[in-house]
């Protein structure tokens, strides 16, 4: 089957910085993609991966391993706002989403 | 201005009850989608249509029924509610198909289906 694995919940401290983890076994690779998801809202689009390496854009980078079916997301200098859920999905041979369910970052003063 | 409105936000109905929940976009995609977010937060496909025609069917009961009257529109209707069927459900919509370059979702508010 395909899976997506990520931590349920981390917790971090303003200012500080913090890598959420996701690692995935699924048929073929697409693309992996992080949205952030604040409780009771929609999720909205981070990033997005294809090549091995990392892309940065602000605070928040990516990672990509391909041949280790890995990825994290690092946040920098975290602000309270940024407490939310991160998902991370998976875009498999057949082009079909796969999603994790999700790390819960609790951001503490 | 809002990109992906859905209505409405909460239902509360009894089990066997029939309920639409609505969506529209003004973003000028051609692709929609439906996705259940269930108690574990899991985000499940079900449903995608591309210029109101329907490209992905996951195994959904046939009590879920999608329609699209046009691109900017995908509603959902729900025959015979049941407990299972209480979850969050989220309408998006993206600018290609799954399989055009990185095709970012845009996602609803999403709408609390309870049932009773």
């Known amino acids: 089957g395909q899976n997506i694995d990520q931590p349920t919940e981390m917790t971090a401290t303003e200012g500080a910085i913090v890598q959420i983890n996701c690692t995935y076994q699924?048929?073929?690779?697409?693309?992996l993609f992080w949205y952030q998801q604040h409780a009771g809202e929609a999720p909205t689009f981070l990033s997005y991966n294809v090549l091995d390496g990392l892309e940065e854009k602000g605070r928040f980078s990516s990672f990509l391993s391909r041949s280790k079916g890995y990825s994290y997301l690092l946040l920098k200098e975290l602000q309270m706002k940024d407490s939310a859920s991160y998902l991370c999905a998976v875009r498999d041979s057949n082009y079909q989403l796969i999603w994790g369910a999700g790390t819960k970052l609790i951001i503490k003063p | 201005d809002t990109a992906v409105s859905q209505t409405p936000k909460y239902l509360v109905t009894q089990m066997g009850n029939d309920k639409s929940i609505k969506c529209e976009q003004n973003l000028g995609h051609d692709t929609m989608y439906w996705y259940k977010q269930d108690s574990k937060k899991f985000l499940k496909i079900m449903f995608s249509?591309?210029?109101?025609?329907?490209?992905i069917n996951e195994t959904v009961p046939n009590r879920f029924s999608p329609k699209s009257p046009d691109k900017a529109h995908l509603n959902l209707h729900i025959n015979s509610l049941e407990l299972g069927d209480s979850a969050v459900y989220f309408c998006a919509s993206s600018q290609g198909t799954s399989s055009s370059g990185a095709n970012v979702l845009t996602f609803g508010a999403g709408s609390r289906l309870t049932v009773l």
């Open positions: 249509y591309n210029n109101k025609e329907l490209i």
């Open positions: 699924t048929s073929g690779f697409n693309g």
